[in-house]
């Protein structure tokens, strides 16, 4: 099984950018595809992105389209989230997680990260 570690969460105002990273660690010989989603307050956990092993499939949720962008350096074992143009209502934990395809449920991935908190503030 592979491990994952989110970073690069934090405090940014509205409008303002930040960059998500999640290094996978264990297992990471198999191609994994990578999903990005999003836990709010008081909210279930939502899909934000998703990115094939090879980088060339690439599915977002409507809510972030043409503001956020996934993509991955497997020679680091690392997917990013860019994050632009951030609203309030983007204030979530992040989490990573892996998977044998670029699915849209988070539970049919087989593993995920700790999460990390973004604020957006208004």
């Not at 990013?80 to 892996?98: F, G, H, I």
């Amino acid at each position: 099984q592979v491990q994952l570690v989110e970073s690069g969460g934090g405090l940014v105002q509205a409008g303002g950018s930040l960059r998500l990273s999640c290094t996978a660690s264990g297992r990471t010989t198999r191609r994994y595809a990578m999903g990005w989603f999003r836990q709010g307050p008081g909210k279930e956990r939502e899909f934000v992105a998703t990115i094939s092993w090879s980088g060339i499939t690439t599915t977002y949720a409507d809510s972030v389209k043409g503001r956020f962008t996934i993509s991955r350096d497997n020679a680091k074992n690392t997917v990013y989230l860019q994050m632009n143009s951030l609203k309030p209502e983007d204030t979530a934990v992040y989490y990573c997680a892996a998977g044998s395809d670029t699915y849209r449920l988070r539970y049919e991935y087989e593993s995920s990260g700790q999460g990390t908190q973004v604020t957006v503030s208004s």
